[in-house]
């Protein structure tokens, strides 16, 4: 199974695939997609959505898995994600691949055990799990592999 993970924003999408294979998990690539700050928000969201669409074509995951909005402090942050959210969802409706999101505590625990996980362990375990000889940068697509690895644990842990 080929999963599409997302870590979403306007700004910095992050994007991760990751193969299950037999018992092991074995990440393909990874990368940001990344968006002006000098253009209107139509413009980068506009660019999200292609962007999106055309990895998905590219690579053919089996699932998209997004992570939900997590609500903060800031509700101008909030929207903006909430707006890539949307993005992330219509683009893999159109393709008709099947989509999960995850709460960032979800992820946080299948990626470390701890749902109080910082960046750097995170990134520490996506390194660990996916076998990888660095940190995956930048910090939005490490997010992303982890999110990808949280879709295919949770497969497995519900029998899938």
């Keep these: ?11 910095t999408m992050g ?10 998990l074995r990440a393909l690539c990874h990368g940001c997609i990344k968006t002006s700050p000098k253009k209107h928000s139509s413009e980068r969201l506009s660019k999200l959505f292609r962007e ?11 699932h998209v898995a997004v992570e939900k909005l997590f609500f903060g402090k800031n509700a101008k ?4 994600v909430g707006e890539a959210r949307g993005v992330v969802l219509l683009a893999a409706c ?8 995850y709460t960032p505590l979800q992820v946080k625990m299948a990626a470390t055990g701890y749902g109080k996980a910082d960046k750097h362990q995170i990134q520490q375990m996506v390194k660990a799990l996916l076998k990888l000889d660095g940190v995956p940068r930048p910090d939005d697509a490490a997010d992303a592999l982890a ?3 949280c879709h295919l644990n949770s497969r497995r842990m519900n029998g899938a």
């Design 52 to 62: 999106l669409k055309a990895l998905i074509r590219k690579h053919e995951p089996d």
């Design 94 to 101: 159109e393709e008709g691949i099947p989509i999960t999101e």
């Design 77 to 80: 942050t909030a929207i903006s």
């Design 1 to 11: 199974m080929l999963t599409l993970g997302i870590d979403p924003g306007t700004a």
């Design 15 to 24: 994007w991760g695939l990751v193969e299950e294979n037999g018992s092991g």
């Design 147 to 149: 999110v990808a690895i």
